[in-house]
C-alpha cells in the first residue's frame, strides 16, 4: 500500500499550487480520504476531507474558500487545489486514505 503526493513546491502569496496524492496497493474508492499539513513545530492539522464518492467535502476554516478538494476514483487519486495562499499555508502537506499516510509534499509559500 503507497500514498505518494506531490505537487508542492515554493509559491508566491497569492499563488495557486494544486497537490495530487496517488494510490496504490488498495482501492481508495472504498474509503473517504483527507489531507491534512504540518508547519515546522506544530502539530498535524486537518485541511480537508471527501467521501469515497467525491460529492461531499468538509475544510477546516483556515483554508474554506480557498481550497478544494476533489478526488478521480478511476485514476485512484485525490486532489487539493490551492488559491490565495498565504506564508501561514507554509508546511508539509501529507494524504490520508484509510489508515494510510503518504510522506507528505512540501509547500512554502513566501515573496
Known amino acids: 500500500v503507497q500514498l505518494v503526493e506531490s505537487g508542492g513546491g515554493l509559491v508566491q502569496p497569492g499563488g495557486s499550487l494544486r497537490l495530487s496524492c496517488a494510490a496504490s496497493?488498495?482501492?481508495?474508492?472504498?474509503?473517504?480520504m483527507a489531507w491534512y499539513r504540518q508547519a515546522p513545530g506544530k502539530g498535524r492539522e486537518f485541511i480537508a476531507n471527501i467521501n469515497s464518492a467525491g460529492y461531499s467535502s468538509l475544510y477546516a476554516d483556515s483554508v474554506k474558500g480557498r481550497f478544494t478538494v476533489s478526488r478521480d476514483n478511476p485514476k485512484n487519486t485525490m486532489y487539493l487545489q490551492m488559491n490565495s495562499l498565504k506564508p501561514e499555508d507554509t508546511a508539509r502537506y501529507y494524504c490520508k486514505g484509510s489508515d494510510y499516510w503518504g510522506q507528505g509534499t512540501q509547500v512554502t509559500v513566501s515573496p
Open positions: 496497493g488498495f482501492t481508495s474508492s472504498n474509503f473517504a
